[in-house]
């Protein structure tokens, strides 16, 4: 079945350690997105990618980071700079055609201590 | 990217039609009305999108006013299983980049 993989479904870091949140999608999709959700919030853009080795900045990208080397992975990373890292993020992808809905995959929840 | 309001909440009998509004007072020719819902701790799913006129699949139906600035997702016999948040979002269909999703409405299905 085609679909977008979070992986894993919780992580625990230490404060200061940077940590890497995996997102594949075999769907085929060439736009990829980042999004972070705090209790009770709605969704917030950290980066997108509309192609492969080209990516922006969303809303709060302070703290992030990201690479699209290859056309199905979408990695961000949340450095040490982030300041509020504990969230729910979620990776979503969506194809060429611009009217075409987000997929979504089923996040990942960080929790920093 | 216009703006949406929608209520936080609302209630629902099983059974019942549940008919949440979204108002996008400032929505441009182009831009497309998307529906999806939220349940706690999983990727938002994608229901349904229109233009102008109004649209229906086997999840909800989605119907615009003729001016377009508002528009209302029905889910036609709502079950235990459709209490969720429901998040209304406009989108340029030539914009690629940014999705702005608000806060959403939170449906509660009772029995």
């Known amino acids: 079945d085609g679909g977008i993989t979070q992986s894993p479904k919780y992580l625990f870091r230490k404060e200061g350690q940077n940590v890497t949140l995996s997102c594949e999608q075999n769907l085929n999709h060439d736009a990829m997105y980042w999004y972070r959700q705090d209790p009770g919030q709605g969704l917030r853009l950290i980066y997108y990618s509309q192609i492969v080795n080209d990516f922006q900045k969303g809303d709060i990208a302070e703290g992030y980071s990201v690479s699209r080397e290859k056309k199905e992975s979408f990695p961000l990373t949340v450095t040490s700079a982030q300041k509020n890292p504990t969230a729910f993020y979620l990776c979503?992808?969506?194809?060429?055609?611009?009217?075409?809905?987000?997929?979504f995959g089923n996040g990942t929840r960080l929790t920093v201590t | 990217d216009a703006k949406t309001t929608q209520p936080p909440s609302m209630d629902c009998a099983e059974g019942r039609a549940a008919n949440l509004p979204c108002n996008h007072s400032t929505i441009s020719g182009n831009e497309y009305v998307y529906w999806y819902r939220q349940i706690h701790s999983q990727g938002p799913q994608y229901i349904i999108h229109?233009?102008?006129n109004n649209e229906t699949n086997e999840m909800a139906s989605l119907i615009i006013t003729e001016d377009r600035k508002s528009s209302t997702l029905i889910l036609p016999h709502a079950t235990l299983r459709d209490t969720a948040v429901y998040y209304c979002i406009v989108r340029d269909y030539s914009n690629t980049g940014k999705l702005i999703f608000g806060q959403g409405t939170t449906l509660q299905v009772k029995p």
């Open positions: 229109g233009l102008k």
């Open positions: 979503a992808s969506q194809p060429r055609q611009t009217n075409s809905p987000l997929h």
